[in-house]
């Protein structure tokens, strides 16, 4: 498959009164034409700022991209004039949003709405435009769609302002598209079709999507390759079939094991201990050292060193890495060779 966005060693900082919120630290992975990739993790692990800086989106100040590089087909976005990013913008790199409600104009109607994203980046007429509207209303599965264009975001459930949110994400025909936490304030039964549409939306389209989620349960049906973040870091990374049946970060393990499972009714979930680390001052070592059971004197030193299992799956913990015995941990400079 052919590479469409490539994230590279990816650091954004946020500037307080406290001090320097270090939230992504050297976030790296491929987007591939035509796959999901979800990213998971607890709330804080830095998902949603990893997403928003690919649409730049991070407000500055106080927050900055320190470091890395954005890649979508072959252009670092880091690098062009931001009313060259606003061509790409809806156009070839399209966001959802956690809450369809605030992502919607309460004062517009949802045709004017959508209307807008195929005016600004199209050269057609209003007529062709709202004939589009009707079109992706019908993509996304919405009654009567004549109608409801007409209609204002509080006429329409949860559900359906969700749907209208993909459509107008979708509306431009995208190359990639970035979902943060699509499902959250929806219950199981409308969460299933969500995840259905994404699925039928992408066989129709072929649009590359980033599924950012918490939720481990949501990924399981849709995601082709999951990275699993951290304190900033991506921990762990695989496909679908590789991080649920043979993940081999602790972190990892502690998150499937706090996912309802219908096998195992009557036992209780195992949460994971403790908090993430503050990072203002991030850990020199691994970050989940204090939450972990199989913690060794070296996590708690040097970061470990990526370690490839198969083609695409990777991990970041010493308990895979033969040289974690070693490592000097007397010596005042810790280097791996």
Not at 63 to 92: C, H, N, S, Y
Not at 246 to 274: A, C, F, K, M, W
Request: hydrophobic content about 35%; charged content about 25%.
């Amino acid at each position: 498959m052919s590479k469409v966005l490539s994230v590279q060693d990816l650091h954004v900082s946020f500037t307080t009164y406290g001090g320097e919120v270090k939230a992504v630290r050297g976030v790296s992975f491929d987007l591939h034409k035509g796959e999901t990739l979800a990213i998971v993790g607890e709330s804080g692990c830095g998902k949603s700022v990893t997403s928003q800086s690919i649409m730049r989106l991070i407000p500055n100040p106080p927050g900055k991209v320190t470091g890395g590089r954005i890649l979508f087909k072959g252009r670092d976005l880091l690098k062009i004039t931001e009313p060259q990013m606003r061509k790409v913008r809806g156009a070839d790199i399209s966001m959802i949003f956690q809450d369809p409600m605030t992502a919607l104009n309460p004062t517009l109607t949802i045709g004017e709405q959508i209307m807008e994203g195929i005016l600004q980046h199209n050269d057609v007429s209003k007529k062709e435009a709202k004939q589009k509207a009707i079109d992706m209303l019908k993509l996304v599965s919405i009654p009567n769609p004549e109608e409801r264009l007409k209609q204002y975001p509080h006429q329409f459930s949860g559900g359906m302002r969700q749907r209208i949110v993909i459509a107008m994400s979708l509306v431009c025909e995208p190359d990639v598209l970035i979902a943060d936490e699509p499902t959250t304030a929806l219950d199981v039964t409308i969460q299933a079709q969500i995840l259905e549409l994404f699925k039928e939306i992408q066989k129709k389209t072929g649009v590359s999507i980033i599924l950012i989620t918490h939720d481990l349960g949501v990924v399981a049906q849709v995601a082709d390759r999951i990275a699993v973040m951290y304190a900033g870091k991506i921990v762990e990374e695989g496909n679908r079939r590789e991080i649920f049946y043979h993940s081999q970060h602790p972190y990892t393990q502690g998150l499937l094991g706090s996912v309802p499972r219908l096998d195992l009714d009557g036992e209780d979930l195992i949460p994971i201990p403790g908090s993430p680390p503050d990072l203002f001052s991030p850990p020199v070592g691994c970050p989940f050292v204090p939450r972990c059971e199989k913690a060794m004197e070296v996590c708690d030193r040097v970061y470990p060193v990526k370690t490839q299992l198969t083609d695409e799956h990777h991990v970041d913990c010493w308990l895979q890495d033969k040289r974690a015995n070693q490592v000097k941990l007397s010596s005042v400079s810790l280097t791996i060779r």
